[in-house]
């Protein structure tokens, strides 16, 4: 599991300032809450993500570690005159399945996913993440989310981190067109291995470039995959890939 980073955020514009930047509706948090969300380049492409969270008075975000020091670089240059001040948050980040203990929030993004808490609660031991995240098609930062990364196509609005009825945020513009004026031609999906494979291998459908391998547990995978060639002749160096259905 990526480790994480939990900010703090005070200030009385904190959840304006968010609002008009992030692709989620954060100024929905009017009381204790989570939003997954996502924060974009002006041409619509992938900066971060990250959760948002409130209880009682405290907003927090909870963001992969890797990422952590230059979204608060790229938060910071908009935050201009807005009383908003972002710090370390003296927390953690505890996770589990099933119902969550108090205190803790249903992850926003699938139910199969558990819960994510903040006060302490006890970590469940063991689970593979990384199975689960194959399993409901769930994309990581660092893995499968990247700079190249268009956020519909990974699958954003299944998994409730962008929300179009919110008005402006950066990178607005290019994803609503992509999700009322064209048709995806490329996304992420589950395949199936056959044969050995490396995280980020190129995958070819007859001798053609056809995607990307990620996140593998057992015979199954993440892949970034063109729909129109997703029928036949895949294969990752030497593993065969075939598109699962399932």
Not at 116 to 132: M, N, S
Not at 184 to 212: E, F, H, N, Q, W
């Amino acid at each position: 599991m990526t480790e994480r980073t939990l900010w703090t955020l005070t200030g009385a514009d904190r959840l304006d300032f968010l609002q008009n930047l992030v692709t989620n509706d954060v100024a929905a948090l009017t009381e204790d809450g989570i939003v997954w969300t996502g924060f974009l380049t002006p041409q619509g492409k992938y900066l971060a993500d990250f959760f948002v969270i409130r209880t009682g008075d405290d907003l927090l975000i909870d963001i992969p570690t890797p990422i952590a020091a230059a979204t608060l670089q790229r938060l910071n240059m908009y935050r201009l005159r807005a009383d908003v001040a972002i710090a370390p948050a003296q927390r953690q980040v505890t996770r589990g399945l099933g119902t969550p203990p108090p205190g803790a929030f249903a992850d926003p993004r699938h139910p199969a996913l558990g819960w994510r808490g903040y006060e302490g609660q006890t970590p469940e031991e063991g689970v593979d993440w990384d199975a689960l995240r194959v399993e409901h098609l769930i994309p990581e930062s660092g893995t499968e989310l990247g700079p190249d990364t268009f956020i519909l196509e990974m699958g954003f609005e299944r998994l409730h981190g962008v929300d179009f009825r919110k008005g402006c945020y950066v990178g607005q513009e290019v994803t609503a067109r992509m999700k009322h004026k064209t048709e995806l031609k490329k996304g992420l999906v589950r395949v199936t291995v056959d044969g050995p494979s490396d995280t980020g291998s190129d995958i070819t459908a007859d001798g053609r470039a056809a995607g990307r391998l990620f996140t593998r547990s057992g015979h199954r995978a993440l892949a970034y995959l063109r729909f129109d060639r997703a029928d036949g002749g895949l294969q990752a160096g030497e593993a065969r890939i075939e598109f699962d259905t399932r």
